[in-house]
């Protein structure tokens, strides 16, 4: 975006505060191509970026989608009162 605005817009009548290459001093406009490179700046840092900072939350070795989940089984044990393990069961199942 610094690129962008440094080279200056006719349209919104935004000066130039750097003469990139082939300037023109008598019509005030820029020759270079100061979008291209702005646009090139942009996917450059855009994939530096990518590259640098990875996922804060990685699958496990495990292939686990989620870390509360082990391979479609809670990660809590089943209660041995009967009851519980029903209300766990639908509760796993989406129902409540």
Same mark, same amino acid.
């Given at each position: %975006?610094?690129? /962008? ?19 023109? #001093? $008598?019509?005030? *406009?820029?020759?270079?191509?100061? /979008? ?9 840092? #855009?994939? $530096? ?19 509360? #989940? /082990?391979?479609? *089984?809670?990660? $809590? ?9 029903? $209300?766990?069961? %639908? /509760? ?5």
């Amino acid at each position: %975006m610094l690129v /962008r605005v440094t080279g200056g817009e006719e349209k919104l009548k935004i000066p130039a505060l750097l003469k990139y290459p082939g300037y023109d #001093c $008598v019509l005030k *406009k820029q020759n270079f191509p100061f /979008r291209t490179l702005a646009m090139i700046i942009s996917l450059i840092g #855009c994939i $530096v970026g990518s590259a640098v900072f990875t996922d804060p939350h990685p699958l496990s070795p495990d292939g686990e989608e989620t870390p509360f #989940c /082990r391979k479609g *089984k809670p990660s $809590v044990p089943p209660s041995p009162n009967p009851e519980v393990q029903i $209300v766990d069961k %639908m /509760r796993l199942e989406g129902i409540i």
